[in-house]
């Protein structure tokens, strides 16, 4: 019997993470508590539904059709927090000819996190900040496991998006990007920078769970803000995809 996994949701028709149109499968289970996750309803390693790596698949290769030009990627939550299913699931899915793409902050150790890292195709990774105070203010972890992450993704030769989230007071400053581009650049797995506005859509979630949110009074950034934003990282000689606020609402899952 195939490995079983807690599985928060799933797109079968996504065009946001990753190349080309993808099933995306949604995990349960993340250590970071970010105070603008628009999915706080994944943290729970219990919540959701519990299937096989089996099921999950037999359900993906029905939109192989579809998802030819495509693959699927592993989202979540942070899928490496559960390490042997995404393992299972990539591997299955490499066997089948379907390119395969894991999104994550790689909060989770190289210990833990190596052997699917080394078997996925690509990495969509999410830095939430250089500065590991800020990081740590803005998630409740530090940025370590992080950088580490990235270093070893640029050891191995592995594709990477880099993804990070412009909150205005927080991470939307001049210099703070200046630094976080700078950094970037040396970096040559990085194929493109995502910068993802701050948005509230996920508001409502929290209040659904009765939680906190921390950041109801920060503003989405202004159009002279991102502007500002993409021209630091092209400055830079790194290639810039910013996602709308359209886009970007479509990540934001029904409870």
């Known amino acids: 019997m ?4 807690n599985i928060h949701s799933v797109e079968s028709f996504g065009t946001l993470d990753g190349p080309g149109l993808r099933y995306v499968v949604f995990l349960q289970g993340c250590s970071l508590r970010c105070r603008y996750c628009h999915n706080p309803d994944t943290w729970n390693m219990k919540g959701g539904t519990l299937q096989s790596v089996d099921e999950v698949v037999d359900d993906i290769l029905s939109y192989k059709n579809f998802i030819k030009n495509g693959g699927v ?5 942070e899928p490496l927090r559960q390490p042997a299913f995404s393992l299972e ?3 299955r899915l490499k066997q089948a000819g379907i390119h ?10 190289l210990e833990i996190s190596r052997p699917v890292l080394d078997a996925v195709d690509m990495v969509l990774l999410d830095i939430k900040s250089l500065d590991d105070k800020l990081c740590f203010s803005l998630t409740g972890m530090g940025n370590a496991n992080t950088l580490a992450t990235l270093s070893y993704l640029q050891n191995i030769n592995k594709r990477v998006w ?25 970096f040559s797995c990085i194929e493109q920078v995502e910068l993802l506005p701050y948005h509230r859509m996920g508001q409502y ?3 659904q769970l009765h939680l906190a949110y921390s950041l109801s009074d920060v503003k989405e950034p202004t159009r ?8 630091i990282f092209e400055k830079q000689g790194l290639s810039v995809l910013m996602t709308s606020y359209k886009e970007e609402q479509s990540r934001n899952k029904a409870g």
């Not at 195939?2 to 996994?5: D, E, L, T």
């Not at 793409?101 to 150790?109: K, R, Y």
């Open 2 to 5: 195939s490995i079983q996994g």
């Open 73 to 77: 990627t592993l989202s979540g939550g």
């Open 89 to 91: 699931l990539i591997n």
């Open 100 to 109: 395969t793409a894991l999104d994550t902050a790689g909060s989770v150790p």
């Open 162 to 186: 880099l993804r990070h989230v412009l909150v205005p007071s927080w991470t939307l400053e001049e210099k703070k990007l200046e630094d976080l581009a700078s950094f970037l650049s040396s």
């Open 205 to 207: 979630k929290w209040e």
């Open 224 to 231: 002279e803000e991102l502007t500002m934003a993409r021209s």
